[in-house]
């Protein structure tokens, strides 16, 4: 699974890669695993409203984590029985959260 991730903010994100084991999108797409660091890393900040525009972050040169398993409550066309199987995703700032952009409607 290639996971892009840009909730920069988030404990388990290193360079827009997702260090956690196993995440779990909701059925809004939004990440619900995402949980705000306290203490963020240099590299990972990225504060669009106060720099007006936005900074290439580093990108974590390995991505692909095998054994990351994505739980899914969205209706998407990768969503099989909960779980999801695309080859990858990309997840996107939101507001609260991160959110899933590969969601394609079935
Ligand atoms: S928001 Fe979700 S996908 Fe992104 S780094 Fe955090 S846990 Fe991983
Ligand atoms: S691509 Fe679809 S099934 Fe996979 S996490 Fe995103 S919304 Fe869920």
Excluded: W, Y
Aim: with cysteine; charged share 25%; glycine share 4%.
């Amino acid at each position: 699974m290639d996971l892009k991730c840009k909730k920069m903010n988030c404990k388990f994100n290193n360079s827009c890669a997702c260090m956690s084991k196993a995440i779990n999108i909701n059925k809004l797409c939004e990440c619900a695993t995402f949980e705000k660091s306290n203490n963020l890393d240099k590299k990972q900040h990225q504060d669009i409203s106060r720099d007006m525009f936005e900074v290439a972050p580093e990108i974590h040169p390995f991505r692909h984590n095998k054994n990351l398993s994505i739980e899914c409550s969205a209706e998407c066309l990768f969503n099989e029985h909960g779980i999801c199987k695309a080859n990858g995703i990309s997840v996107m700032n939101g507001k609260n959260s991160g959110v899933c952009i590969t969601n394609i409607e079935p």
